[in-house]
């Protein structure tokens, strides 16, 4: 019903929007197709905006949609088609129309991108990506598994290549489809069954380029676990450098093309022997430059007088020992001497004051009878018998009188 207005009589501008968003807002939701060419995420904010394209006309529209939802569609990079559940409305503030999405559905390519990052985001959750989980590749594997297409330009390079870096190599491939509904069975088979087997050190699976639809056994969830149980390492070698199927993140080392998997697999021997070469230079130059310091070393030792005559040093010594020994006698004669005169000066002044030396002087010793020394004349009486002990022997001989010397009586008489 349309509102009547005439220039002296204006409809409000509020009135003219509020109408127009209810008529908007009678069409309902509806599922529409377009391409996404801008994405503007909002940090912090609950809506976002998309503006979506008509795929063959040059019409576009902005969309609103939640957080929830744009999560729940998986990444939506610019350029994807997509499938929109989107309701008209127009904003009272603006006047602007919009679009509100409630569910956004990646069409197509899209769509298949969409599910296999749902998958790698459950995958990796799991810790199959982990990369404290990756094992390290074999310098040179006694033999190697491939798994490959048969007859397949990726099998031609991975055989060659490894065959023109080490001739030596040994390869055990297994035929497997790599395309098709029946593909990751048969590929996952021939990954059990090398690893089970023992015999090879290191396993590559090897594919050539293709759609995104060729590779997508390669990212199927069964290989993914079956390559993550294997116990020998795997190389993923799946298409060209930009294709990376959830298989690249699983194995242990990603090779960009099934010719990078043989440069990772197998060393170069003509690089190993030029190393090999090198060393064996150096070290031939280090034993040169070893044996000749020790030859110097050996001339140098050989020109010292004490190698130039060997007996000098021997002469030396003796001479030196000579000299010793004559100083050694000199000091015991020395020390000898000194002691002699210090023994005869002792028994000199020994001998001075010994009473054999005052009895060899025709000295006495007096004694009575029953040995007490006569020490004066008041010791004894007369008619008493006493000893005289001389030098040569002892004489008995008896008191016939007593007299005392005349200083004797002269002090006594001094004392009284």
Known sequence: ??????????????????????WVERTGAVWVEGQVIQVKRRAGYAVHFLTLRDKLADVSVQVSISTAVLDAAGPVPEGTLVAAWVRATVFPGSGSLTFECRDLRPSGEGRLLAHLEQRKRALQAEGLFDPA????????????GLVTGKDSAAERDVVENVLRRWPA?????????????QAVEQVTDAVRALDRSGEVDV?????GGGSLEDLLPFSDETLARAVHACRTPVVSAIGHEPDVPILDLVADVRASTPTDAAKLVVPDAAEEARVVATGRDRLREAVVRRVRSEQDRLGALRS?????????????QSERLTEIRARLGRGVRRALE?????????LARVRALSPRATLQRGYAIVTTDDGRTVASIADVEPDETIIARLLDGDIAAAVIDVEPHAHEEHAHEEER
């Open 1 to 22: 019903m349309a509102l009547e207005s005439s220039p002296e009589q204006p409809q409000p501008l509020r009135a003219v929007v509020t109408a127009l968003k209810g």
């Open 133 to 144: 989980l990756k094992k390290r590749l074999p310098f040179l594997p006694r033999a190697i």
């Open 169 to 181: 190599a040994h390869i055990v491939t297994r035929h497997a489809l790599v395309q098709g509904q």
């Open 203 to 207: 396993i590559v699976i090897a594919r």
């Open 304 to 316: 010292r007088p004490v190698l130039a005559d060997p007996s000098g040093a021997i002469t030396l």
């Open 338 to 346: 000194r002691e002699d005169d210090f023994l005869s000066g002792s």
